[in-house]
Nanobody
Framework: QVQLVESGGGLVQAGGSLRLSCAAS????????MGWFRQAPGKEREFVVG???????TYVDSVKGRFTISRDNAKNTVYLQMNSLKPEDTAVYYC???????????????????WGQGTQVTVSS
């Protein structure tokens, strides 16, 4: 079992920044990829960004150049730095963990085994 706890959400004006954190505990000795998903009101949850155990990253086009994911395996924590936020970034953000080979980054919800409780990010115009 892996437990994930997110923090760092909040309300910010357009153009502002937020940093989300996701701390993992439990079965953290196995290689696992981490991903951030988000769900806006009335929409399905979508993949945003992911990082492999070895540090490789992948982003959806809408956040490239604005969001940066990183991880500290010694602290079992993944971070999401969000800059130049837009109102359309408003959503509940979820971190998720997927046991995977060291270089893989799953992008589908079904490939992730554990989920955090979500943290609200609201960007005002």
């Amino acid at each position: 079992q892996v437990q994930l706890v997110e923090s760092g959400g909040g309300l910010v004006q357009a153009g502002g920044s937020l940093r989300l954190s996701c701390a993992a505990s439990g079965r953290t000795f196995s290689p696992y990829a981490m991903g951030w998903f988000r769900q806006a009101p009335g929409k399905e949850r979508e993949f945003v960004v992911g990082v492999s155990w070895s540090g490789g990253t992948t982003y959806v086009d809408s956040v490239k150049g604005r969001f940066t994911i990183s991880r500290d395996n010694a602290k079992n924590t993944v971070y999401l730095q969000m800059n130049s936020l837009k109102p359309e970034d408003t959503a509940v953000y979820y971190c998720a963990a997927a046991f995977a080979r060291v270089a893989l980054i799953p992008r589908l919800e079904g490939e992730y085994h554990y989920w955090g409780q979500g943290t609200q990010v609201t960007v005002s115009s």
